[in-house]
């Protein structure tokens, strides 16, 4: 062997070296990355929604030490034709029907169990509603008309500038933000990619400059105008999420397991969809508000802030189905009929008239199908009537 050849060969051994070197010092994070370009697959996404913990930073959610609220048995509830066939199309991990605060139906899919923690996606968005109604009722927030750069100077300069609490409740703030899950170049799919790399989502919103027109003039989803919510909520109290909702939310539901948030990597709680519990967690939860914020005869959340919060408010097109702060309103919907919604299929239900939540999980595929949230809705509606009659 020549000296060239074998000064070649010592270069690419080093080299190979240090890439070596290189992917061990980064495992976590290709690791975290290769969990997000896997996490919808379709032979892995049961089992993914239900063990996020296992590929992405996460932190605990305490439920406190208070005794765990009953959730008693109700007759059983005769599921309306086609629900059966319905859950199997969808995907359904999880199906929970409460009735005048009794449990009336409880069914696990396709291999999940009551134990699971599951991914609430968008549903979380509902969290951060009810604890930002407690910071405006004690004072911590003075207005909802307020800028946001009052209580998150950080987002001055971006397109966040001139936008208020209240744009940002309502999913109005005029940030331009392409929300296609599809799209593997979309807002969306390039914030999951900092959230998986242990990136900062302050400094992703705070990067956001373009502006799709003024605040407060046309209903646009933006998941990250929760995160903004949240900034305002950490620069107003001086203190995390995961630590404040479970004072003032998590503790008095008595919640079963202690829930968690995913993170990013400077461990803030990624609260536009990162929370995850247990299935009749979120029922109690969901009980909760059905009851006007009241828990075991106290009150938790405002009651007027439940009412307002879960009203439809936002600027939406016609014909779209109603926004309120963080919640959503069926079209024609009935006085108390509102729900969370994350994608992928999960639900919280709520039809207060009539007493109802119903909590829905799923690892739904075709999700974004036309019409698919229509029918979906339909579906909870008869259930709800089932569950009545």
């Known amino acids: 062997m020549s000296n060239a050849t074998r000064w070649v060969v010592r270069l690419l051994l080093a080299f190979l070296a240090a890439m070596a070197l290189v992917g061990w010092l980064k495992r976590e994070e290709l690791a975290r990355l290769w969990a997000v370009q896997t996490l919808f697959r379709p032979d892995r996404i049961v089992a993914n929604f239900s063990t996020m913990n296992d590929a992405f930073l996460w932190r605990p959610v305490s439920r406190g030490d208070g005794p765990v609220s009953a959730l008693p048995r109700g007759a059983p509830l005769v599921l309306p034709p086609g629900t059966v066939e319905w859950m199997t199309d969808r995907a359904v991990t999880s199906l929970i029907v409460v009735q005048d605060g009794h449990i009336i139906l409880e069914d696990y899919r396709l291999g999940t169990g009551a134990e699971d923690l599951r991914i609430s996606w968008s549903m979380a968005k509902s969290f951060l509603s009810a604890l930002m109604g407690l910071l405006v009722e004690d004072g911590t927030i003075d207005s909802l008309d307020d800028p946001v750069i009052l209580y998150a100077p950080e987002l001055a300069g971006s397109a966040y500038d001139d936008a208020s609490i209240r744009n940002v409740l309502q999913m109005s703030s005029g940030v ?75 503790a008095p539901l008595g919640l079963e397991a202690e829930p968690y948030y995913l993170t990013d990597g400077e461990g803030v709680a990624f609260v536009l969809g990162g929370l995850n519990m247990r299935s009749r967690d979120y029922a109690r939860f969901g009980l909760m508000v059905e009851r006007n914020g009241r828990v075991n005869g106290h009150q938790i959340v ?37 729900l969370a919604r994350g994608v992928y299929g999960q639900y919280i239900y709520i039809d207060q008239t009539h007493q109802v939540v119903i909590v829905v999980t799923a690892a739904d595929l075709g999700f974004t199908q036309a019409g698919r949230h229509h029918e979906n809705v339909e579906m909870l509606r008869r259930i709800a009537r089932a569950s009545r009659s």
Do not use: C, K
């Open 302 to 338: 405002p009651q007027d802030w439940i009412r307002t919060s879960t009203r439809a408010s936002a600027p939406t097109a016609a014909g779209e189905m109603g926004y309120g702060f963080q919640w959503w309103i069926p079209r024609d919907a009935r006085p108390g009929e509102f």
């Open 176 to 250: 331009a933000f392409n929300e296609d899950y599809l799209d593997y170049n979309s807002d969306i799919n390039r914030m999951g990619r900092v959230l998986a790399l242990g990136g900062s989502m302050d400094g992703f919103a705070s990067g956001l400059t373009a502006q799709a027109g003024p605040p407060g003039e046309t209903w646009r989803y933006v998941s990250i105008d929760t995160h903004v919510l949240g900034m305002v909520i950490r620069g107003a109290t001086g203190r995390d999420i995961p630590d404040l909702l479970a004072d003032r939310i998590i």
